[in-house]
């Protein structure tokens, strides 16, 4: 009964120590699991830190991808001394262009390249697209039309 007694005394006193012991190494694991998730996700959007880097490639500045009226009257000059170039469509088609629409399915092809040698160079993932006689900046992946130069 003494060896009974004896070791439910020791289990009384050490069981505290080793628990709280656990608990350091449990917390100590979960701070450096969450420093090395915080080092992980420094660069990420939506977790509240201000990182800049990948700023340029928001499409909140759209306006900075639209063509300067110069580039418009180059690339007029160039459509009217150059018979040929374009496919006619349906009037229905050109009344739908705009911005923020999309390229109509079936009648665009890509801009003839002199032409766009005239306009300036478009950003990546950006190209010129013509549809009748309008030549568009459009998203390539979507088809995204950005705007029109007439």
């Known amino acids: 009964m003494k060896k009974l007694v004896m070791i439910?005394?020791?289990a009384?006193?050490?069981?505290?120590?080793?628990?709280?012991?656990?608990?350091?190494?449990?917390?100590?694991?979960?701070?450096?699991?969450h420093q090395v998730?915080?080092?992980?996700?420094?660069?990420?959007?939506?977790?509240?830190?201000?990182?800049t880097r990948h700023q340029a490639a928001r499409r909140d500045d759209w306006r900075q991808d639209r063509v300067d009226e110069a580039h418009r009257q180059a690339?007029?000059?160039?459509?009217?001394?150059?018979?040929?170039?374009?496919?006619?469509?349906?009037?229905?088609v050109s009344a739908q262009l705009g911005p923020n629409r999309y390229l109509p399915r079936g009648y665009y092809q890509p801009a003839p390249y002199p032409l766009v040698q005239v306009l300036p160079r478009a950003r990546a993932g950006y190209?010129?697209?013509?549809?009748?006689r309008d030549v568009v900046l459009a998203a390539i992946a979507t088809g995204l039309i950005i705007d029109i130069i007439r």
């Open 8 to 10: 439910g005394l020791v």
């Open 12 to 33: 009384a006193l050490l069981g505290p120590v080793a628990a709280q012991a656990a608990d350091r190494n449990t917390a100590w694991a979960g701070q450096q699991q």
């Open 37 to 51: 998730r915080s080092a992980h996700d420094a660069g990420r959007h939506g977790d509240g830190r201000n990182d």
């Open 75 to 92: 690339a007029r000059r160039w459509a009217a001394t150059h018979n040929g170039w374009w496919r006619p469509v349906p009037g229905s």
């Open 127 to 132: 190209g010129y697209y013509s549809v009748g």
